[in-house]
């Protein structure tokens, strides 16, 4: 159960007035997160939006003190909670909830990331596209790499957008910047993001998967961008490494719970023996690209991580210590 904070709450006129809610799961990045919040307070728009900041540290919530003080101050409107089972999951899904019933006029809802910064436009670009008609709409999340960052890592994929023009796109992959109609949330069942996802990972994936399924649209805005600092500890050799492995573990628990029948299982097992041999074509045309070698390993660390998934060893990248 989320813990709302002890700060007013506005009143239900107040709080009919806003269209856009901009919703933020925190953890343990308080000067992060005041940047991000920052950035929120910096947006250039005319639509009347709120914030919705969950923290996912019940025993040392620094993130809920740093939103709440934009708040007091008047910088920004909203509210912030606490969400008390650990799990990013876990904390998506109550902010997301939280803005639903805090704000029941609000047409659309938003996330950005704890770590990330959205330039002034990025709100205005974002309702634009779904004004025009798109259900769920997503935009970049662009690397900012310290300078001594290697081509090995400015190169690999795991750093970089899915698309890179404006226009409609067969589904979005990532929440760190997204924008959902309401509409969305009440065709699919509760709880939003799927809790088994917590610590693995691609929770949102697995979402916008069903959402696809249901029918919803994408549009990609690429204007509506967000950049995201590349800390030290990501730039290492393991770090991507895990990562590959991680993403193959996602697709394929994605993919395994859409199997539902012998036929469907087996087709997955036959998928998972096929992109052997599929990945390393990836890999090879990569290089051929001029891509680094280390980059041209992402192919080939997905199928591995879908292997290992399927025989039942699942990494848990997210899981925190207390």
């Known amino acids: ?13 107040d709080a009919a007035r ?5 919703c933020i799961p925190t953890f343990r990045r308080p000067e992060m997160l005041r940047t991000t919040l920052e950035s929120i307070e910096a947006q250039a728009t005319n639509v009347a939006f709120a914030v919705v ?45 939280l803005a639903r019933e805090r704000y029941p006029a609000a047409e659309y809802f938003l996330m950005i990331d704890d770590d990330e910064r959205a330039e002034p436009r990025w709100l205005e670009e974002m309702v634009a596209s ?10 970049p999340v662009t690397p900012i790499f310290p300078e001594e960052a290697k081509a090995a890592f400015r190169d690999h994929p795991v750093f970089w957008p899915a698309f890179g023009a404006t226009g409609p796109v067969p589904i979005i992959y990532g929440t760190g910047n997204c924008l959902m109609r309401r509409e969305v949330f009440d065709g699919l069942a509760e709880p939003a993001l799927d ?24 549009f990609w805005r690429q204007e509506a961008q967000i950049y995201e600092q590349v800390t030290p500890g990501r730039l290492a050799l393991g770090w991507v490494l895990r990562r590959s492995l991680a993403t193959g573990a996602i697709n394929y628990s994605i993919d395994r719970l859409a199997a539902r029948s012998l036929r469907q299982r087996l087709l997955l097992i036959a998928k998972n023996l096929a992109l052997g041999p599929v ?37 848990q990248p997210y899981r925190y210590s207390s």
């Open 279 to 315: 990945s390393l074509q990836r890999a090879l045309r990569m290089l051929r690209d001029s891509k680094h070698p280390l980059a041209a390993t992402h192919p080939i660390g997905i199928a591995i991580g879908r292997l290992l998934a399927s025989v039942g060893a699942t990494p």
């Open 130 to 139: 779904a004004r025009q008609g798109a259900d769920i709409v997503g935009g």
């Open 1 to 13: 159960m989320t813990r709302a904070s002890r700060l007013p709450l506005e009143s239900i006129a």
């Open 18 to 22: 806003f269209e856009a809610v901009v």
């Open 195 to 218: 809790p088994r996802f917590n610590f693995l990972g691609g929770g949102d994936t697995e979402f916008f998967t069903r959402c696809r399924r249901a029918g919803f649209t994408f």
């Open 53 to 97: 900041v969950v923290d996912n540290d019940a025993a040392a919530p620094v993130g809920l003190d740093v939103a709440q003080s934009f708040f007091r101050e008047g910088r920004l409107s909203g509210v912030a909670a606490v969400e008390p089972r650990q799990g990013n999951v876990h904390a998506i899904n109550a902010a997301f909830r």
